[in-house]
């Protein structure tokens, strides 16, 4: 089985960055793609990216294009998210999880919170 955990949420200022961190563990090899989701209070879970565990393609959501940014780094078996101009609609737990195309196949971890105040 793989492993996935989440790190890298904090409390940011509207316009602000940070990255968060996915790290797999476990039969790595298995992996095809890993995406990230939110979910705010109050609201469905939503796709956020999604990347090929080779790192040549990838997905994002109509509400993070030109913001949010999804790389991975095959040594340190990590995916990241790299989010720029966040704005306190960002403010959600994120999640990863192995994906076919955008949906997701696994199991869910706790998340890392991010909070954007205005």
């Known amino acids: 089985q793989v492993q996935l955990v989440e790190s890298g949420g904090g409390l940011v200022q509207a316009g602000g960055s940070l990255r968060l961190s996915c790290a797999a563990s476990?039969?790595?090899?298995?992996?095809?793609?890993v995406g990230w989701f939110r979910q705010a209070p109050g609201k469905e879970r939503e796709f956020v990216a999604a990347?090929?565990?080779?790192?040549?393609?990838?997905y994002y959501g109509d509400s993070v294009k030109g913001r949010f940014t999804i790389s991975v780094d095959n040594a340190k078996n990590t995916v990241y998210l790299q989010m720029n101009g966040l704005k306190p609609e960002d403010t959600a737990v994120y999640y990863c999880?192995?994906?076919?195309?955008?949906?997701?196949?696994?199991?869910w971890g706790q998340g890392t919170q991010v909070t954007v105040s205005s």
């Open positions: 990347i090929s565990w080779s790192g040549g393609t990838t």
């Open positions: 476990g039969r790595t090899f298995s992996i095809y793609r």
């Open positions: 999880n192995k994906v076919i195309t955008t949906n997701p196949i696994g199991s």
